[in-house]
């Protein structure tokens, strides 16, 4: 049952509206039509006594070769008359119950003079139900009309609301529901805007935090890095400073990575091919293993700092654990599809969801030896989110790790 209810408000509302109304319908008319019973019922042997009288007495009183027309005459719709010859049988007067559910009469009467005058009688025929029915009919559909146009009021408000929690952390400038209609609206409307607003102060606190974070570490660590320069020890400075290079890329990817929504970068259009080889040719000038196929140029709407970041991170990754990347870009026309494959151990299945969690690392070879601070693909499937598009791993057959990216091109 629970399937074949509507999944909206509205939908559920309209039903319900619908159900009530042609049970109404159905128990208006049956009311209707009971009362109209027991009333004529009441009544119909006597208007049928008096209209028989009335037609005995009129067509008593012409000559017998004109009677069968006075007869005719005298007839309806709900009231058949006929005069034949000779006296009637029985002259008795019979009601049988049609599969209407009202009654009707017949019987015969014998005239003083001879013939009898033979009548069948169905006042319901002479009355037909159709301007009630068509009442009613327009009573409930304006009942329905207006019940839908009650439904939109309802839900507005409710759309209003679920349109502006969408909105809740995406980028762009937060918009405040309106605080009007009934009482239970306005009262759900306030709610959800206070909470917007903590939300927002939460997200500007957090903002600056990140600012006050990122000169605070990066101060001490420019003062380390000088010191270092006075060591006498060549190795040891070497060392030193290749640790203070990984501080200093893992707080630069955190920051990258909190940053996420708040950077308001203009979308415009790139080319990706010419991103893509640019990643490609910088890899290769410092000795990389890298190659790329595809189009030489395939357009598309972006944020083109951040879609370059996430290509980096993607294209970095595989150098780091896979030793090599081959980088390949299809243009479907509605979207772009790149894939970057490696020769590395691959990703175990189990793990190939988890590794796009911040922070997450490998065991075996996702460590901090490679200088690795597990934010990379994170950030790229942030970045690649925030165009609509996707990002997903899967193991190649024979070895290697395969990186899909799926970007939709607006229409």
């Known amino acids: 049952m629970r399937r074949l209810l509507p999944s909206t408000l509205a939908g559920r509302i309209i039903l319900v509206l619908l159900v009530g109304l042609m049970a109404f319908h159905v128990g208006s008319l049956w009311l209707h039509q009971t009362g109209s019973d027991i009333l004529l019922g009441s009544t119909q042997q006597k208007v049928t006594g008096e209209r028989v009288a009335a037609a005995a007495r009129a067509i008593g009183m012409v000559p017998p070769d004109a009677r069968e027309a006075v007869a005719q005459a005298l007839s309806s719709p709900g009231f058949q008359v006929r005069w034949r010859p000779g006296v009637a049988v029985g002259a008795v007067t019979a009601q049988n119950l049609t599969a209407s559910g009202h009654l009707e009469a017949e019987g015969a009467v014998s005239l003083p003079d001879g013939g009898h005058l033979w009548y069948h009688a169905d006042p319901l025929q002479a009355q037909p139900e159709h301007a009630t029915l068509l009442s009613t009919t327009a009573m409930a559909i304006g009942i329905l009309v207006l019940g839908l146009l009650v439904v939109r009021l309802i839900a507005r408000p409710l759309r209003e609301l679920s349109s502006a929690a969408d909105r809740i952390g995406r980028p762009g400038q937060t ?237």
Do not use: W
């Open 175 to 411: 918009v405040t529901v309106p605080e009007e209609g009934p009482r239970e609206v306005r009262q759900a409307a306030q709610a959800f805007n206070r909470m917007q607003a903590r939300i927002d102060r939460l997200i500007a606190d957090r903002t600056q935090a990140l600012a006050a974070v990122s000169h605070d570490l990066r101060t001490p660590l420019a003062r380390l890095r000088l010191r270092a320069g006075f060591l006498d020890d060549a190795e040891a400075q070497r060392q030193i400073d290749a640790d203070l290079d990984e501080m200093d890329a893992m707080i630069a990817s955190t920051l990258a990575y909190l940053r996420g929504d708040e950077e308001q970068e203009e979308v415009r259009s790139a080319d990706i091919a010419a991103m893509l080889q640019t990643l490609c040719g910088d890899a290769e000038d410092m000795g990389k293993s890298v190659t790329y196929e595809g189009p030489s140029q395939a357009r598309l709407p972006c944020r083109a700092i951040a879609l370059k970041r996430a290509f980096a991170n993607v294209i970095d990754n595989a150098l780091k654990y896979g030793l090599s990347a081959r980088v390949t870009l299809s243009d479907l026309g509605q979207e772009l599809v790149v894939h970057v494959d490696d020769i590395g151990p691959g990703v175990p299945e189990a793990q190939l969801e988890s590794v796009f969690q911040p922070f997450y690392r490998l065991e075996e070879s996702r460590n901090r030896s490679t200088g690795g601070s597990g934010l990379g693909l994170a950030i790229a499937r942030q970045a690649v989110g925030r165009h609509g598009g996707s990002v997903a791993l899967q193991n190649i057959t024979g070895g290697g790790l395969r990186a899909s990216i799926i970007l939709p091109r607006p229409a």
